[in-house]
């Protein structure tokens, strides 16, 4: 995808900061008797806005991105979440870790750079113009060193933090009846937060009940959807919107799928694996599960696979859901039991830059992709495809590992 990759030419750290190129004055960044003059858009008005408010004086041309010359010796970023009990997924804020080497963005020198600033890592070179990750610094530290030299270390947070962590004002969902479905939910809380819903999305399906809520919270809301849509959630980094598809069924692929394997095959939609892991665990393959319904406790539902349980004893699990009636309980009861997972692959990861120093297409994998693992030696014969939900690249200046936390239903 990009031969001869270089981190230090080809990962771009930019920083959303004010355009100071004019002489318009910005509240705590220009210096009191400069040449900066008051004036512009007018956003700080007297008697109206707060000091310490998010309101500044004239900005010349508002925010803008910039990419600040400084060398990444490091950045591990991760997008996505996990399953819990083989039954719910848990979404996680998609996190950014670098490493850098500048006083550009020293905050003790620039005042712009700073916790809450907006960032973003872009993959770009002549072939690819990606972003990995765009979000806000949520610390930033800087050790010194006696040469001049110092280290900036840098966590950032992308938008599903902020947006599980907020309260909305007002929740009204009963102007679409007694029931909504999961995927108007989604929608609502999309267009509420202003982050907009990624037309990438799979239509989840299951029902429940209208509320009309005030100072309701928000992460409240996106685990009732997705535990009873039985859905996936992120934000895409491309765009920062909202993206959803439901819990991977058993995934197929195509002559175009990209597969992870051991074989050192010639095919262009081949990766390179450097480590896989199988997941069975006594929680994860439950073989007695009770269902029940939140609103009435007395609407239950109970499955069980005896013979397992002759076998090897009662793995026992009970969830309550936010659903509307019996028949969609019994309707969800019955497709998490009849698909659960044993003894498949969790996680596998693939050198992202080759051995020719090329980088491939796995520095640009995203949460709901299709893709296939094959594994084979001895006795041993792992294939099949998987639906991605969790991307974690661990990159510096020699190497670049990709691992794919996967997951389909049995």
């Given at each position: ?292 319904l939140q609103s009435d406790d007395t609407q239950v539902v109970v499955l069980k696979d005896q013979d ?40 596998v990861a693939t050198p992202a830059k080759d051995r020719l120093g090329t980088l491939t297409n796995a ?48």
């Amino acid at each position: 995808m990009i031969p001869n990759f270089q981190i230090d030419n080809n990962l771009k750290v930019e920083f959303l900061t004010p355009d100071i190129d004019g002489n318009s004055f910005i509240l705590g960044i220009s210096l009191l008797g400069s040449d900066d003059v008051l004036g512009g858009f007018g956003e700080f008005i007297l008697g109206v806005s707060l000091l310490g408010g998010d309101d500044v004086l004239a900005p010349s041309t508002g925010l803008k991105w910039q990419e600040v010359q400084c060398e990444t010796s490091r950045a591990n970023i991760s997008i996505g979440g996990q399953i819990n009990n083989a039954i719910s997924f848990q979404p996680q804020p998609g996190e950014a870790q670098l490493t850098l080497q500048s006083y550009d963005l020293d905050p003790t020198v620039n005042k712009n750079i700073r916790a809450s600033t907006k960032i973003r890592v872009r993959l770009q070179s002549d072939e690819v113009d990606r972003i990995l990750f765009q979000g806000t610094i949520d610390t930033i530290d800087v050790t010194y060193f006696p040469d001049g030299l110092n280290l900036i270390d840098i966590v950032a947070i992308d938008a599903y933090k902020q947006l599980v962590n907020s309260r909305f004002a007002t929740f009204d969902t009963t102007p679409l009846g007694a029931s909504a479905t999961t995927d108007e939910v989604l929608e609502l809380i999309a267009i509420q937060s202003g982050l907009g819903l990624s037309p990438d999305s799979v239509e989840l399906g299951g029902l429940i009940p209208t509320v009309n809520e005030v100072d309701v919270v928000v992460a409240e809301l996106i685990n009732d959807a997705l535990e009873v849509g039985l859905g996936i959630v992120w934000i895409d980094q491309q765009t920062s919107e909202l993206a959803y598809i439901p819990r991977p069924a058993t995934a197929t692929g195509t002559a175009t799928t990209f597969t992870i394997g051991n074989d050192h095959s010639s095919d262009p939609y081949h990766l390179c694996l450097s480590e896989i892991n199988v997941f069975s665990d006594a929680d994860a393959v439950y073989n007695s599960l009770k269902v029940t319904l939140q609103s009435d406790d007395t609407q239950v539902v109970v499955l069980k696979d005896q013979d397992s349980i002759d076998l090897y004893g009662e793995s026992a699990i009970d969830e309550v859901i936010n659903t509307t009636d019996a028949t969609e309980l019994a309707n969800w009861a019955v497709r998490v039991f009849n698909n659960r997972p044993a003894n498949l692959v969790n996680k596998v990861a693939t050198p992202a830059k080759d051995r020719l120093g090329t980088l491939t297409n796995a520095a640009v994998f995203t949460p709901g992709m299709t893709v296939g693992v094959s594994y084979t030696r001895d006795q041993l014969d792992i294939v099949g495809f998987y639906t991605i939900i969790k991307v974690s690249h661990r990159i510096d200046v020699d190497n670049w590992f990709t691992t794919l936390e996967l997951w389909k239903e049995a």
